[in-house]
């Protein structure tokens, strides 16, 4: 199958054109498609028509699914492997979760296997005018350490932040047995990309609560400036949705945000699922 594949121009992320991904794809053209997922930390096909299985199958060619809290209450009916994410409220209930990930955050970065990536796929995306609102953001965190000062990369590597669940803000309160099952875990500042051996800053403000062997106010000043300096404009690409479109991102290069410029009448309905990764080192 010949693909082509797009980079956005942005310091991160390509579209793929050339793929049916309702139709079988062959080891050969999946191999081109994870090479870039690798290469751009983003990627996405437009104007997809998936059904979930077809969705949860295409991303187990990625790594087994991983499961969040927000998937136990708000997950699609046959497919409990797809989180609705989704500002729709019909009889009084939201259908998904709402506000998700307004913060720039990499996602579960909270657990000792933080998920190699997620996907969603855009099923309704609400507009003003005729002009796309809820964009994401996606921010390079490998740009962002390769513009690092080089005094700054040799201070940082090789130490270990303190992810905590309970630091971020969330778009639901967690139960204390979640609280529970998800204790502080620590994580290099300077993770290396599995699969390309690429260096990437893995800070955030609020999930990171402390750096070891470092006194506490050191470490929440230093946190805030490799968290602002990873989301500078020069590492950004903002995506504006289409319906049809399925994307997915890298969870050890790419931080993100979801822009929430919208509100009800306007419907916003994505298809997310996860895939397990690795330990970072
Ligand atoms: C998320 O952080 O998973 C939500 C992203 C979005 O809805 O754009």
Redesign the pocket.
Known sequence: MAIDIVPTGAALGAEIRGINLAEPLDDATFGEIERAYDEHGVIFFRDQHISPPQQVAFTRRFGEIEYNIFGERWSVTGSPEIVV?SNVVENGKSIGVKR??ENW?S?MCYTTRPPRG?M?YAHEIPDLYGLAL?D?EFASAAAAWDALPEALRQRIDGRHAIFDFTGRKRALTPTQVEIDRNPPVRHPIARTHPHTGRKCLYVMRDDCTGIEGMEADEAEGLIAALADHIVKPAFIYRHQWRAGDLLMWDNCTVQ????QDYDMPQR?V?H?TTMGGAVPV
């Open positions: 994410v998700a990930g955050h996602d997620t969603l809820g994401t993100h945000r979801a822009i916003r994505m997310r």
